[in-house]
C-alpha cells in the first residue's frame, strides 16, 4: 500500500498564476518531507524541505505547507513560470530507523503554459 | 568533475544476460542508493548503502545485486536480466538522512 501518495498525475496551469501540488501520506512515523523537481532525461533535483516541527517553510517562489494532523503536505509556486513545467516527487523519510531512505510519490506533472 | 555519474546512459540487453550499470560520487557521501522508475510507480527503492561494505535491501530488491567496496561507488548488477527489468535506474547519495542528490539515470531495455 502506498504510503505516499500524489493523487493528481498532472496539473495544468497559467503563467504568472499559483501552483498547487498535494501530497499525502500515512506513516504518522515520518519526520522529514521533500520535494524534487523532474526533468525529462535528467535526474531528480532536490527542491524544498520540511520538519515535522514546522508547518512551513519557504525558498523563493517555492513554499511547502505541511498539516501533521491531516498527513497532508502541499507546495506552493508563486509565481509559476514556463520552466517550472517538470513532473514533482513529494518524499518522506524518518520511518522505522530506515537510515536515511525516502519513500516517494508517484509525480505530479506540472505543465506552466505561457 | 564533482557530483553524480552512471554509466551507460542508454543499454539495450537481451534476456538472460547479466549487466552492471556503474555509480560514482565524488562528494564522499555516505549513503547511496539505487532506485527504479516506471511509469505509474514512481521512484522505487532497489538496494542502498549506509557505507563501505554496509548494503541493505529496499522495496523491490528481488533479480539485483549490489556491491560497495568503494565509498565513491555503488555498481548495481542484474545477475539474469528479464523483460521487466526494462526501466529508468537512478542512483543517488546523500551525506545523511533526507536530501540525495540523483545521477542523470541509465535508461534500460531489455529485449
Known amino acids: 500500500d502506498q504510503q505516499v501518495k500524489q493523487n493528481s498525475p498532472s496539473l495544468s496551469v497559467q503563467e504568472g498564476r499559483i501552483s498547487i501540488l498535494n501530497c499525502d501520506y500515512t506513516?504518522?512515523?515520518?519526520?522529514?518531507f521533500l520535494w524534487y523537481k523532474k526533468y525529462p532525461a535528467e535526474g531528480p533535483t532536490f527542491l524544498i524541505s520540511?520538519?515535522?516541527?514546522?508547518d512551513k517553510n519557504e525558498d523563493g517562489r517555492f513554499t511547502v505547507f505541511l498539516n501533521k494532523s491531516a498527513k497532508h503536505l502541499s507546495l506552493h509556486i508563486v509565481p509559476s513560470q514556463p520552466g517550472d513545467s517538470a513532473v514533482y516527487f513529494c518524499?518522506?523519510?524518518?520511518?522505522?530507523?530506515?537510515?536515511?531512505?525516502?519513500?516517494f510519490g508517484k509525480g505530479t506533472k506540472l505543465s506552466v503554459k505561457p | 568533475d564533482a557530483g553524480i555519474t552512471q554509466s551507460p546512459r542508454y543499454k539495450i540487453t537481451e534476456t538472460g544476460r547479466q549487466v552492471t550499470l556503474m555509480c560514482h560520487q565524488t562528494?564522499?557521501?555516505?549513503?547511496m542508493f539505487w532506485y527504479r522508475q516506471d511509469l505509474g510507480h514512481g521512484l522505487r527503492l532497489i538496494y542502498y548503502?549506509?557505507?563501505?561494505?554496509?548494503?541493505d535491501k529496499g522495496e523491490v530488491p528481488d533479480g539485483y545485486v549490489v556491491s560497495r567496496s568503494k565509498t565513491e561507488n555503488f555498481p548495481l548488477t542484474l545477475e539474469s536480466a528479464t523483460r521487466s527489468q526494462t526501466s529508468v535506474y537512478f542512483c543517488?547519495?546523500?551525506?545523511?538522512?533526507?536530501?540525495?542528490?540523483f545521477g542523470p539515470g541509465t535508461r534500460l531495455t531489455v529485449t
Open positions: 518524499a518522506a523519510s524518518g520511518y522505522g530507523g530506515s537510515q536515511g531512505n525516502l519513500i
Open positions: 506513516n504518522s512515523m515520518f519526520d522529514y
Open positions: 543517488a547519495s546523500s551525506v545523511r538522512e533526507g536530501e540525495q542528490y
Open positions: 520540511i520538519s515535522s516541527i514546522k
Open positions: 548503502s549506509a557505507a563501505a561494505d554496509i548494503t
Open positions: 562528494w564522499s557521501h555516505s549513503y
